[in-house]
């Protein structure tokens, strides 16, 4: 059976730093795209951004709200796919989800996301 | 960025009823064209993707379809759990946009 748990959210103050870490299960994590996204309170789902399979090279695309303070990881050996976010903002205060994806056929970008896990929540506020 | 529309926004409706939810893009996407479903406190679920195709596991009464850049997801017969939140969103060119999703409340 497939599962994703995220895991890493908190309150923290604006300018500071969280890594969330997603932790997939019951599939070959190396061979898909782990994506994240995030649903601010009250709005709807919102993409920020994707770390591709090996294979594809590990590309990585991302939402331009990132703007570089967001950093995209994985590490296959232990099965775990990391979002890094420094100099967090107000407006990233949301729920954080992550989700797998099976690498599309152009360059493995993903098409679709098939699995997602229940969200971590990251509260930024002084 | 290719904007993605929805409506309505919410709707009300009673178990055995069909309901229709409609989605537009800004711009042709194919049929790149993903449908979710949302309730609090859970984990998203694909319903629909490339703008027909039925996630394993997801209930015949969900079904998809296109006319240009118009998409519907319809539900032959509502469930008392089929009560949620529901997106689209495009996967033909990134950043990979939602529409505002329609709440689906009981009548």
């Known amino acids: 059976e497939v599962q994703v748990v995220e895991s890493g959210g908190g309150f923290v103050n604006p300018g500071r730093s969280l890594r969330l870490s997603c932790t997939p299960s019951?599939?070959?994590?190396?061979?898909?795209?782990i994506s994240w996204f995030r649903q601010a309170p009250g709005k709807g789902l919102e993409w920020v951004g994707f770390?591709?399979?090996?294979?594809?090279?590990?590309?990585?695309k991302s939402a331009a709200y990132v703007k570089g303070r967001f950093t995209f990881s994985r590490d296959d050996s232990k099965g775990i796919a990391y979002l890094q976010m420094n100099s967090l903002e107000i407006e990233d205060t949301a729920m954080y989800y992550c989700?797998?994806?099976?690498?599309?056929?152009?360059?493995?970008?993903?098409?679709?996301?098939?699995?997602w896990g229940q969200g971590t929540l990251v509260t930024v506020s002084s | 960025d290719i904007q993605m529309t929805q409506s309505p926004s919410s709707l009300s409706a009673s178990v055995g009823d069909r309901v229709t939810i409609s989605c537009r893009a800004s711009q042709s996407i194919s049929t790149y064209l993903n449908w979710y479903q949302v309730k609090p406190g859970k984990a998203p679920k694909l319903l629909i993707y490339h703008a027909f195709t039925l996630q394993t596991g997801v209930p015949s009464r969900f079904s998809g379809s296109r006319s240009g850049t118009d998409f519907t997801l319809t539900i032959s017969s509502l469930q008392p759990e089929d009560f949620a939140t529901y997106y689209c969103q495009q996967s033909f060119s990134g950043p990979f946009t939602f529409a505002p999703g329609t709440k689906v409340h009981i009548e």
């Open positions: 989700a797998r994806a099976p690498p599309g056929p152009v360059a493995g970008t993903p098409y679709y996301f098939d699995y």
């Open positions: 019951g599939f070959i994590f190396s061979d898909y795209v």
């Open positions: 770390i591709g399979s090996k294979p594809y090279g590990g590309t990585i």
